[in-house]
């Protein structure tokens, strides 16, 4: 089953360690940011400053503008490469060489004095050099910002990948980790999933983690509930059966005796219509009976054994042949050797519903055929006749309790598919109702898997 | 033809006794597993219908010290117990056939039929069906008294059928009984032989085609 992944306790985890693992890792790139980066703009500044005193010394020493033009392209070289400078000398406040427009801070305390500006559209780092001689010289230099920006970035990519690299690692390890901590847990969870429904025996509850120990208990409890109920319920329904079939079996008894007896022919329409109603009523009530036994809530999984079909279907065959051949009815049976594990008195049930069907509604001429054998490596049971069938849209319908067909002749009280559908889901096999390429009814029951034999084995 | 009733249900003893009467069967009932054991020494019978859920002593226990003092007194349990365990168990312990109640009477007369039919068959070694005779021992078979000749394979196949009277014969084990080794003929040699058979038998006796399944000798033709 898939699950969204924040209902799941990997998802929960994640979900709380992430936000405060990626603010952590933001605050820590900060940090690495501030700390590295400050040298990079002192390393860059000093080169700055140390352009400007080479100007201003050679300016002291008198040189002409020309003069200091040389000295400030070859400063430039001291520079970083990729990075245009500019430089501006003035002598007592006034103009003596390099751009006349570069801007120039007031020196007081602090000397050199570095700041930030914008010099013909560019971001520039400017540094204001002043000499305390009568000349009072002052320089500045700018460079532009762009190759020490591409530096401070460089730094920070380094750090924030490598913070990024520490931030997934620790997330894997985190997935991981809780993947293996959680494995007890789906381990018990997988041991409760692949138990037949109808498991009610107790989970090792020594085995599971101190956590889950506690569901585990309870849940060992409400097993034990179930079972003690449905074991209470089975014995009340086979009480019920005793005490229901007893005085039906009585009634239809002498019901029996009356009509062999031989008494007018009036009189024998009636006791014969009797009998029928008595007849319904005992087979209703062993219908419920079945019905209410092979409810899942029925500890049934102890029941469960291999059952030869072809053997089934031979005794099946062999109890209903006289009704059928009364009913002037063809009833046989086609057996491709295969076994199944099943309930095994459910799925005679089954097959005697199946065929009792089949000859309560097959017209006489009919055929009705009892087939096993194996179908993409699942067995399958199935009863095919040639009747009226059943139309497509009450395929469906029909596997309700007490549905019956409207208009349909005779008497059966709808539970006869009903009993069916129900043992098909106890043993996870699929009920199929179609027809045979057209004409008449197909029922067939596909078992989950196969057992099969060797043909030697059903002589 | 005497019949032992083993049942605790007045209404349903009473009505099979009048019911088996009605055909000609003369019928003892007893109401207990201890009252029926001492009816058995006492007393001949060609069958038994036991009910499982007796008092005190069960039916299944009355079954078992039946089959240890007689071998070959046809049992049929009659009984309101429809599990599959009870069935096998049961039928494990010996007896011939396991009915559910309700149980039709035509049932249950058709059932003590066939199981007296067999019994005796064993007893004389002669099955007789309508006008077929089968003497198994003098391995003869007659048709309203005259003798009819068959061959070896018709006899064995017709042998197996008439101890099997009503149930379904697989052709494979038809095919054992006309064959030390099967595995040199088909299971078309058993078609072929029952095909003739029939052809002899004519109106005498029904062998029955299931299909998929085998023949079935009915047990009235």
Same mark, same amino acid.
């Not at chain 1, 000349?135 to 920006?149: F, I």
């Not at chain 1, 008894?253 to 008494?263: K, S, V």
């Given at each position: ?67 200091? @033009? ?65 000349? /009072? ?14 530096? !401070? ?16 690692? !620790? ?24 138990? %037949? ?22 849940? #060992? ?9 449905? &074991?209470?319920?089975? =014995? ?11 005085? +039906? ?13 031989? !008494?007018?022919?009036?009189? &024998? ?15 209703? @009530? ?18 469960? @054994? ?94 309700? /309790?007490?549905?019956?067909?409207? #208009?349909?002749?005779?008497?059966? *009280? ?11 889901? $106890? ?8 027809? *045979? ?15 099969? +034999?060797? %043909?030697?084995?059903?002589? | ?16 006794? /009048?019911?088996?009467?009605? =055909? ?15 009816? $058995? ?28 003092? #007689? ?18 168990? !049961? ?20 059932? *003590? ?39 070896? &394979? ?40 029952? %095909? &003739? ?25």
């Amino acid at each position: 089953m898939i699950r969204p992944l924040w209902n799941t306790i990997r998802g929960r985890l994640l979900a709380y360690l992430l936000p405060p693992l990626v603010l952590l890792l933001a605050a820590g790139v900060y940090l690495d940011y501030e700390t590295g980066a400050a040298p990079v703009r002192d390393a860059y500044d000093h080169a700055l400053a140390s352009a400007a005193l080479a100007i201003a010394t050679h300016a002291q020493k008198g040189r002409q503008p020309a003069e200091l @033009a040389r000295v400030a392209a070859a400063t430039d070289a001291l520079l970083h490469p990729g990075a245009r400078s500019y430089y501006v000398v003035l002598a007592s406040g006034h103009y003596l060489a390099g751009e006349a427009d570069l801007p120039v801070a007031r020196v007081g305390a602090r000397n050199p004095v570095f700041f930030d500006a914008h010099f013909r559209g560019e971001a520039v780092r400017v540094v204001t050099y002043s000499l305390t001689d009568p000349q /009072r010289l002052t320089v500045s230099v700018a460079e532009s910002t762009a190759e020490r920006d591409r530096a !401070t970035l460089r730094l920070l990519v380094s750090e924030v990948l490598t913070d990024v690299v520490q931030l997934v690692g !620790t997330v894997a390890l985190v997935w991981i980790g809780v993947a293996l901590a959680l494995r007890p847990m789906l381990r018990l969870g997988d041991q409760i999933a692949m138990r %037949s429904p109808r498991e009610l025996s107790p989970l090792d509850a020594q085995t599971a983690p101190g956590e889950v120990r506690l569901l585990v208990t309870e849940l #060992n409890r409400l097993f034990a509930t179930l079972g003690e109920a449905s &074991r209470a319920q089975q =014995h009340f329904l086979a009480n019920a059966a005793h005490q229901m079939r007893t005085p +039906l079996a009585g009634l239809l008894i002498q019901l029996d005796l009356l009509i062999a007896q031989g !008494t007018d022919a009036n009189v &024998r329409q009636e006791l014969l219509a009797l009998r029928r109603s008595a007849q319904n009523l005992a087979h209703t @009530a062993d219908q419920l009976l079945t019905l209410a036994r092979a409810d899942p809530a029925v500890h049934l999984a102890d029941e469960f @054994a291999t059952l030869n079909c072809g053997k089934l279907i031979e005794d099946v065959v062999a109890q209903n042949l006289d009704r059928a051949l009364l009913k002037g009815i063809d009833l046989g049976a086609q057996i491709e050797p295969v076994q199944v594990a099943c309930v095994p008195w459910l799925i005679r049930e089954v097959l005697m519903n199946l065929v009792d069907n089949a000859i309560r509604y097959v017209p006489a001429g009919g055929h009705v055929t009892v087939r096993c054998g194996v179908a993409g490596g699942r067995a399958y049971l199935a009863v095919e006749d040639d009747g009226p069938g059943i139309a497509p849209d009450q395929r469906q319908a029909v596997r309700q /309790r007490f549905y019956r067909v409207p #208009n349909t002749p005779g008497s059966g *009280c709808g539970l006869g598919l009903a009993i069916v559908d129900e043992v098909a889901r $106890l043993h996870g096999a699929n009920l199929e109702i179609g027809d *045979c390429g057209g004409v008449g009814a197909r029922v067939r029951l596909r078992f989950p898997g196969a057992v099969e +034999l060797p %043909s030697a084995d059903t002589a | 033809m005497r019949v032992l009733i083993v049942e605790d249900d007045e209404v349903i003893a009473s009505t099979m006794s /009048r019911g088996l009467a009605l =055909h000609g069967y003369v019928v003892e009932h007893v109401s207990s597993a201890e009252a029926a054991s001492a009816a $058995l020494l006492s007393e001949q019978f060609d069958l038994a219908i036991v009910d499982l859920g007796l008092p005190q002593e069960d039916g299944t226990s009355l079954v078992r010290r039946i089959r240890r003092t #007689n071998k070959t007194l046809p049992v049929v349990v009659v009984t309101a117990r429809d599990s599959i365990a009870d069935r096998v168990d !049961t039928l494990d312990l010996g007896a011939d056939d396991y009915l559910v109640k309700p149980v039709a009477l035509a049932e249950l007369l058709a059932r *003590c039929r066939a199981h007296i039919r067999r019994a005796r068959a064993i007893a004389n070694s002669k099955v007789q069906i309508g006008s077929l005779g089968v003497d198994l021992e003098g391995r003869r078979v007659t048709v309203a008294d005259e003798s009819l000749d068959l061959t070896r &394979r018709e006899w064995l196949v017709l042998e197996y059928l008439a101890t099997n009277v009503g149930r379904i014969a697989s052709k494979e084990r038809l095919l054992d009984a006309i064959s030390s080794a099967p595995q040199d003929l088909s299971l078309n040699s058993v078609e072929a032989v029952v %095909s &003739r058979l029939r052809a002899k038998l004519g109106k005498a006796a029904r062998i029955r085609t299931i299909r998929g399944l085998g023949y079935r000798l009915d047990d009235e033709p």
